[in-house]
Nanobody, 119 residues
Framework: QVRLVESGGGLVQPGGSLRLSCSVS????????MGWYRQYPGKQRELVVT???????NYASAAKGRFTISNYNGGNSVYLQMDGLKPEDTAVYYC?????????????WGQGTQVTVSS
């Protein structure tokens, strides 16, 4: 059974920083990619950033220059460092993992963590 565990959301003032973390656990899988998406109320989930097992990153334009993704824990975990936060970054942030068992590939999602940017 696969588990994605997120932490690090909360309330921060505009211009502040937060760091989200996500760890994936389970048995005998390989990680194709991990990353973060966010969702505004009534909207579809949208990309923030992903990173492949080879280290290739894909940032949404809104995240470039302010957010940084990094791997740790042998690649089974990722941080999302968010700096220069803006009120429009307020959303629920979801960790994402694209996992593989042989030829079978499955996407997994965390439970979501609220990020609120407000004075």
């Amino acid at each position: 059974q696969v588990r994605l565990v997120e932490s690090g959301g909360g309330l921060v003032q505009p211009g502040g920083s937060l760091r989200l973390s996500c760890s994936v656990s389970g048995t005998k899988f390989s990680i194709n990619a991990m990353g973060w998406y966010r969702q505004y109320p009534g909207k579809q989930r949208e990309l923030v950033v992903t990173v492949t097992s080879g280290g290739t990153t894909n940032y949404a334009s809104a995240a470039k220059g302010r957010f940084t993704i990094s791997n740790y824990n042998g690649g089974n975990s990722v941080y999302l460092q968010m700096d220069g936060l803006k009120p429009e970054d307020t959303a629920v942030y979801y960790c994402y993992a694209d996992l593989r068992w042989g030829k079978k590939v499955v996407d997994y999602w965390g439970q979501g963590t609220q990020v609120t940017v407000s004075s």
